[in-house]
């Protein structure tokens, strides 16, 4: 009678906690195979609460002397468990490596959607202001600051405006590294302004993202109405593939934040922000990192190099680059649950 009641309590105490048991097993052995690495910001998360349950669960099974079976079960489990949360952690550089071996790209597919959103807005600023301007040229000081301008307007000459696109290289490197840094600084302070703007709903994100179209399109058509249209986007595009798409990826982290707040689902507001906030952030940083990359070409490799099929050739090379980094780059390490970053 006394060996069936401890029966019953041991079948009846596995049962109650047996679906928390299951899921440390499954983030151990994931541990286990591919690092800590391998877990997703939630399963980081989730992984100290399951092995302190189970730790718990351990402690009630010794107490009342349930089957040995499930006593074994436990201590293993706890002890794998325990070197999982408490076992060395990943350096610096694997950290670092990891970040954009994984995380990064992972996280741009994640969010393709609003990514998606964020260049079609971008775009349609470009063919906005490049339509306005076309058809008046007048407008382009009502679209262009006199900041961004620096003299490129309708009232400059055909010769002034082909001489900023082929710079005579007379700017020392040192200076064109100081450029490059002051570029690196202001883009980065764009995108997380960008970013930080989808606390209030995301809507100063759509204005942000638009007006800087119109600002590139509006010289776009200012310099295809002189006929230097090739050479003017052969200018851009070799550090705008990559500037341009951190703009649309700190857009796109921005909208994240906007939508989280708008629509909270079934958590409070403050809570899905914070959810949603943690993985548009991973956006974010790559993006900065994109800043600096761009930084470099504009402020070097663009003020060099004159050559338009060399510019064309390096426009392309980014762009192929990019889109197989985000495509592919990290996907045989597991797929990665949208909603989980």
């Given at each position: 009678?006394?060996?069936?009641?401890?029966t019953?309590?041991?079948?009846?105490?596995r049962?109650?906690?047996?679906a928390?048991?299951?899921?440390?097993?499954?983030?151990?052995?994931q541990?286990?195979?591919?690092?800590?690495?391998s877990?997703?910001?939630?399963?980081?998360?989730?992984?100290?609460?399951?092995?302190?349950?189970?730790?718990?669960?351990l402690?009630?099974?010794?107490?009342?002397?349930?089957?040995r079976?499930?006593?074994?079960y436990l201590?293993?489990?706890v002890?794998?468990?325990?070197?999982?949360?408490?076992?060395?952690?990943?350096?610096?550089g694997?950290t670092?490596?990891?970040?954009?071996?994984?995380?990064?790209?992972?996280?741009?597919?994640?969010?393709?959607?609003?990514?998606?959103?964020?260049?079609?807005?971008?775009?349609?600023?470009?063919?906005?202001?490049w339509?306005?301007?076309?058809?008046?040229?007048?407008?382009?000081?009502?679209?262009?600051?006199?900041e961004?301008?620096?003299?490129r307007?309708?009232?400059?000459?055909?010769?002034?405006?082909?001489?900023?696109?082929y710079?005579?290289?007379a700017?020392?490197?040192?200076?064109?590294g100081?450029f490059?840094?002051?570029?690196?600084?202001?883009n980065?302070?764009?995108?997380?302004?960008?970013?930080a703007?989808g606390f209030?709903?995301?809507l100063?994100?759509?204005?942000?993202?638009?007006?800087?179209g119109?600002?590139l399109?509006?010289?776009?058509?200012?310099?295809?109405?002189?006929?230097?249209?090739l050479?003017?986007?052969?200018?851009?595009?070799?550090?705008?593939?990559?500037?341009l798409?951190?703009?649309c990826?700190?857009?796109a982290?921005?909208?994240?934040?906007?939508?989280?707040?708008?629509f909270?689902?079934?958590h409070?507001?403050?809570r899905?922000?914070?959810r949603r906030?943690?993985?548009?952030?991973?956006?974010?940083?790559?993006?900065?990192?994109?800043f600096l990359?761009?930084?470099?070409?504009?402020?070097?490799?663009r003020?060099?190099?004159?050559?338009?099929s060399?510019?064309?050739?390096?426009?392309?090379?980014t762009?192929?680059l990019?889109?197989?980094?985000?495509?592919?780059?990290?996907r045989?390490?597991?797929a990665?649950?949208?909603?989980?970053?």
């Open positions: 009678m006394m060996q069936g009641e401890m019953l309590k041991s079948a009846q105490f049962r109650e906690r047996e928390a048991w299951k899921e440390l097993e499954t983030l151990v052995a541990v286990e195979k591919g690092g800590l690495r877990l997703s910001a939630d399963e980081l998360e989730r992984l100290p609460s399951l092995y302190r349950t189970a730790v718990g669960s402690s009630v099974a010794q107490a009342i002397s349930l089957d079976s499930l006593l074994e201590t293993a489990l002890g794998r468990a325990y070197l999982c949360v408490y076992g060395t952690k990943a350096g610096a694997e670092f490596l990891g970040f954009f071996r994984r995380r990064f790209p992972a996280a741009v597919r994640a969010h393709a959607l609003f990514l998606a959103a964020a260049v079609l807005l971008f775009g349609l600023g470009i063919l906005t202001g339509r306005l301007t076309w058809t008046d040229p007048e407008r382009y000081y009502s679209l262009v600051d006199e961004a301008a620096q003299g307007d309708p009232a400059a000459s055909t010769e002034e405006l082909r001489q900023v696109l710079d005579n290289g700017t020392s490197g040192s200076l064109l100081l490059a840094t002051f570029l690196f600084t202001h980065a302070k764009i995108g997380i302004l960008c970013f703007l209030a709903g995301g100063p994100v759509l204005y942000l993202l638009f007006t800087n119109l600002t399109g509006a010289m776009a058509a200012l310099y295809q109405r002189r006929g230097l249209g050479e003017f986007w052969a200018w851009i595009l070799p550090h705008g593939v990559t500037e798409t951190a703009v990826l700190c857009g982290a921005g909208l994240v934040l906007g939508t989280a707040l708008i909270p689902g079934p409070t507001r403050l899905n922000l914070a906030g943690r993985r548009a952030s991973v956006l974010i940083i790559g993006a900065v990192a994109m990359i761009a930084g470099l070409i504009e402020g070097i490799f003020q060099r190099v004159h050559s338009l060399v510019r064309w050739l390096v426009a392309g090379g762009l192929t990019w889109t197989i980094y985000f495509l592919f780059v990290g045989d390490r597991g990665i649950d949208p909603d989980r970053w």
